[in-house]
């Protein structure tokens, strides 16, 4: 069992810069992929980002050049840097941990609300 807690969401400027970050509740070592998801009103969650346990990462399309996942075992964390921020980007973004790529999440933040304004 995990506990992913996030923090950072808030409002920011078309063209600003956001950090996320997911604090886990035990040692992130052994969880091989750690990432982010996101979902506006009114449309499914997607993918925005993903790390593995090796560090490859993988990014949704309309992310990728912007936003820099990363990931610190250590500290047990995973953040997301979010630069040139558009007004699509607004939605709550939830961290996850799993398994495989492509499976469906273990464990699931509570989500952190992130609104750009045009």
């Known amino acids: 069992q995990v506990q992913l807690v996030e923090s950072g969401g808030g409002l920011v400027q078309a063209g600003g810069s956001l950090r996320l970050s997911c604090a886990a509740s035990?040692?992130?070592?052994?969880?091989?992929?750690m990432g982010w998801y996101r979902q506006a009103p009114g449309k499914q969650r997607e993918l925005v980002a993903g790390i593995s346990s090796g560090y490859t990462t993988n990014y949704a399309n309309s992310v990728k050049g912007r936003f820099t996942i990363s990931r610190d075992n250590a500290q047990n964390t995973v953040y997301l840097q979010m630069t040139s921020l558009r007004p699509e980007d607004t939605a709550v973004y939830y961290c996850?941990?799993?398994?495989?790529?492509?499976?469906?999440?273990?464990?699931w933040g509570q989500g952190t609300q992130v609104t750009v304004s045009s």
């Open positions: 035990r040692s992130t070592f052994s969880i091989n992929i």
């Open positions: 996850f941990a799993g398994t495989t790529w492509g499976s469906t999440p273990d464990y």
